[in-house]
């Protein structure tokens, strides 16, 4: 089978734990989905992060002590509105630098450099789509300072070693004085994260069900995802959320495209999602074990998330 996510699915679906991986959350729907989910007021990390990024622009840019120009290369960069306010300082300050958003979306790329260039004229903006590590190792050889952004708390979806091995890979692409500003949800009081991930408006539900919906789409399968529902639980001892898709009865679901038959049984669970909060300690001893350096915390007012500078 030469399609990864083909792949990935049934590798998830014929497993003995069931489970599904949320990078798949993102198609075009799930994307507006995730839209829906920055926009609820219980989901705290978007306006925890865009307060850092805004009013200790300064202190961030200052703490990188880098000559100019430099680069700003964001990985997994979106619509980039989270960044926006660090770019205005920027570019208000006449602060030389180059601004390299990557993506896996063309459209997103195209959308975002078309809105700054309206919005900060002047700005060198090189958008790149595609792969991380080919177009960091190609920034590797690049003669300026580069601070590598990795926001919005994305690698609480990575398991401990997948994430010291993603951060190691950063590392290895980036030269001696380089640095990643990095996004990552703190721990905090469990009720304030579980009305953020089981939300009462069902938007989270929806996120999750979606993958069932576009499984349906590209791999011509059946399930009736009124058949299923979503179950999520935050353990404040482990800083895990770790969502679930429930079988609400036992049924079997076809996978037309590539042959198959899978059967759950009534209330088997299907793992999908890790959304992992940490302690200050635990990002001390996450940079320390990829071979970082932590330079500085910058927290929001709340201390519910930290931007982590490292070296
Ligand atoms: C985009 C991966 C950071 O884990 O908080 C939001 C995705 N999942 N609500 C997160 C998500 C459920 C989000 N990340």
């Known amino acids: 089978m030469t399609n990864a996510f083909a792949k990935d699915i049934l590798t998830g679906l014929r497993a003995e734990q069931k489970h599904l991986p949320s990078k798949y959350f993102y198609d075009d729907n799930g994307s507006r989905i995730f839209?829906?989910?920055?926009?609820?007021?219980?989901?705290?990390?978007?306006?925890?992060?865009?307060?850092?990024?805004?009013?200790?622009?300064?202190?961030?840019?200052?703490a990188l002590q880098f000559?100019?120009?430099?680069?700003?290369?964001?990985?997994?960069?979106?619509?980039?509105?989270k960044t926006f306010k660090l770019l205005e300082y920027l570019v208000k300050h006449n602060i030389e630098f180059n601004y390299v958003p990557i993506d896996i979306s063309q459209e997103a790329m195209d959308m975002l450099s078309k809105r700054l260039k309206e919005r900060l004229?002047?700005?060198?903006?090189?958008?790149q789509v595609g792969d991380y590590f080919e177009i960091l190792k190609k920034n590797k050889e690049n003669d300026y300072?580069?601070?590598?952004?990795?926001?919005?708390?994305?690698?609480?979806?990575?398991?401990?070693?997948?994430?010291?091995e993603l951060l190691q890979l950063f590392n290895n692409n980036m030269k001696k004085g380089d640095k990643l500003l990095i996004g990552i949800d703190l721990k905090k009081n469990p009720i304030v994260i579980r009305d953020a991930y089981d939300d009462k408006h069902g938007i989270t539900k929806?996120?999750?069900?979606?993958?069932?919906?576009?499984?349906?789409r590209e791999l011509n399968a059946d399930f009736r995802i009124d058949d299923f529902d979503f179950y999520c639980h935050y353990n404040p001892i482990t800083g895990e959320v770790k969502s679930y898709i429930i079988s609400l009865r036992d049924q079997s679901v076809e996978l037309k495209a590539i042959n198959e038959t899978i059967n759950f049984e009534y209330n088997e669970l299907i793992w999908t999602e890790l959304s992992k909060k940490y302690?200050?300690?635990?990002?001390?001893?996450?940079?320390?074990n990829s071979n970082f350096k932590l330079k500085t915390n910058f927290l929001d007012c709340k201390h519910f998330f930290s931007d982590s500078l490292w070296e």
């Not at 829906?36 to 840019?61: G, R, V």
């Not at 300072?145 to 010291?164: C, H, M, T």
């Not at 302690?279 to 320390?288: F, N």
Request: net charge negative; hydrophobic share 40%; aromatic share 8%.
């Open 206 to 216: 929806r996120f999750n069900l979606n993958l069932l919906l576009r499984i349906n």
């Open 121 to 127: 004229p002047g700005i060198h903006i090189s958008p």
């Open 145 to 164: 300072p580069s601070l590598l952004l990795f926001l919005g708390s994305n690698i609480g979806n990575y398991l401990d070693d997948k994430a010291i």
């Open 35 to 62: 839209q829906e989910i920055m926009n609820m007021p219980e989901y705290y990390l978007t306006d925890a992060e865009f307060e850092i990024l805004s009013l200790q622009c300064k202190s961030i840019i200052d």
């Open 67 to 81: 000559s100019t120009p430099f680069n700003i290369v964001e990985l997994g960069a979106g619509d980039g509105l």
């Open 279 to 288: 302690g200050l300690q635990e990002i001390q001893e996450l940079a320390e």
